[in-house]
């Protein structure tokens, strides 16, 4: 396995494989229930002043949980390649460990940036106040 060649250490395999899915689909729904909040506000702001442009933001927010659907696909299929019998090739294991993790890191970017978005979203509000 990939990590006991480095590190004398199964665990980071094991543990993606077993609960990755799992993971992921979690932090989907959080990252849902988030973005539904911030297009609340957004649309709540809009309403305040209708010459604010959202569409932009709207799309990036609707492009980021498109990201998370693949990402679940590829972790998906990746799981089922990874235990495939079938598919035999030199580097198999650390060619979908590799797959696995890096959806692991980019899931929690993309969770990173729609909290960062929270912020800034506080941040613009508390200037409108004050102006």
């Known amino acids: 396995m ?7 250490s199964d665990f980071l395999i094991f543990f993606l494989q077993k609960d990755l899915l799992v993971i992921l689909i979690s ?7 988030v973005l539904s909040i911030l297009i609340s506000k957004l649309s709540d702001s809009k309403k305040e002043k209708p010459e604010l442009d959202i569409n932009d933001t709207t ?5 980021s949980l498109i990201e998370f659907f693949v990402l679940i696909c590829v ?9 495939s019998e079938k598919l035999v090739f030199e580097y198999k ?6 797959l696995l993790l890096s959806t692991l ?9 729609t909290g960062n978005g929270i912020f800034i979203l506080v941040q613009e509000e508390n200037k409108a106040n004050k102006d």
């Open 2 to 8: 990939i990590g006991s060649d480095i590190i004398g």
């Open 27 to 33: 932090l989907f729904g959080l990252n849902i229930a």
């Open 59 to 63: 799309y990036e927010m609707k492009y």
């Open 75 to 83: 972790a998906f299929f990746s799981l089922i390649l990874i235990d």
């Open 93 to 98: 294991a650390i060619t979908f460990s590799s």
């Open 105 to 113: 890191i980019y899931s929690l970017i993309i969770i990173w940036d």
